[in-house]
């Protein structure tokens, strides 16, 4: 079985897709996958599917879906499967559990090379930082399950993969300053600030990158921005590692040329 989630819902056996065209029990299949081998009680569905706006009956609503997935998984795994749907997509005391041997869980994989590229990252392996959580951002086919409407449950899952995406991106920036690739970074970075007004490791990942191509002028200019943005939305100066970090380029500091700002402060 393969699971994908950093995109449009994926979920395939041996190569069939078993995603629904019909929202709810697409919504359905993505909560048993980002919980695949465990237990979903019925009330977590509920509350996904419906929030605080359940149908009369929402247990019989689900096992309505439960047997429209069970057909889709019996077409994918054909008549002489050793498995069977209902083993597939199985039902316990304790709720409704996705399971496959050995499944190939996308977002597990991306975790995995992201744990992997950020040991080598605080090891000092540049290199292989760079490579194992460039190979882990390269796994992102668009925004977290963006077929699939989103409840609480699934909510959780979006935020949390969205932090570890924005961790990998980060540690890998971070990795290909310290290989002088400071030119090939700031678009990217432009992008992302703008996205993220308020994240300050990317605004001070940036000021240093336009620093090292001798734009000092316009790192002041991202730090300006920054300060406005914090002041207004949270009513708070940028932390003091920043305040450092633009006195130092303020001072045309040579610790700049050596030191990234998201690992230590000047």
């Known amino acids: 079985m393969e699971i994908g989630v950093l995109g449009p819902l994926v979920v395939r056996i041996d190569g ?37 706006s359940p149908p009369s009956g929402p247990a019989g609503v689900v096992q309505t879906y439960v047997k429209q997935l069970r057909r889709a998984i019996a077409a994918a795994l054909g008549p002489d499967h050793e498995r069977e749907p209902k083993e597939v997509l199985s039902r ?6 996705l399971n ?12 995995q090379l992201t744990g992997r590229g ?3 990252l605080a090891g000092g392996d540049d290199e292989v930082a760079s490579k194992l959580l460039g190979e882990a951002l390269g796994m992102w086919r668009g925004p977290v399950l ?9 909510r959780a899952e979006l935020l949390r993969l969205d932090e570890a995406r924005r961790s990998a991106l980060e540690g890998r920036i971070t990795a290909d ?14 992008a992302l600030t703008a ?3 308020l994240q300050e490791n990317l605004h001070a990942l940036l000021m240093l990158a336009l620093y090292r191509c001798g734009r000092s002028w316009q790192a002041l200019e991202i730090f300006r921005q920054l300060r406005a943005s914090t002041v207004q939305e949270l009513g708070i100066e940028p932390s ?4 450092q970090l633009h006195r130092a380029i303020l001072a045309a500091d040579p610790q700049l040329d050596t030191r990234v700002p998201s690992l230590a402060a000047f």
Do not use: C
């Not at 316990?92 to 559990?97: E, F, K, L, Q, V």
């Not at 963006?146 to 699934?154: E, K, T």
């Not at 003091?240 to 305040?243: D, K, L, M």
């Open 100 to 111: 496959m041997p050995t499944p190939v869980v996308e977002a597990d994989v991306f975790q």
């Open 92 to 97: 316990s005391y304790a709720g409704y559990s």
């Open 16 to 52: 069939t897709s078993v995603v629904p065209s019909a929202a709810k029990p697409r919504q359905m299949l993505a909560l048993l996958a980002v919980n695949a081998g465990w237990d979903v009680n019925v009330t977590t569905l509920t509350e996904e599917l419906w929030d605080s």
């Open 177 to 190: 300053l310290r290989l002088g690739r400071h030119a090939e970074v700031i678009g990217e970075l432009l």
């Open 146 to 154: 963006a077929d699939v409407r989103i409840g609480p449950a699934l």
């Open 118 to 120: 950020l040991r080598a």
């Open 240 to 243: 003091q590692r920043v305040q």
């Open 195 to 197: 996205r993220f007004p």
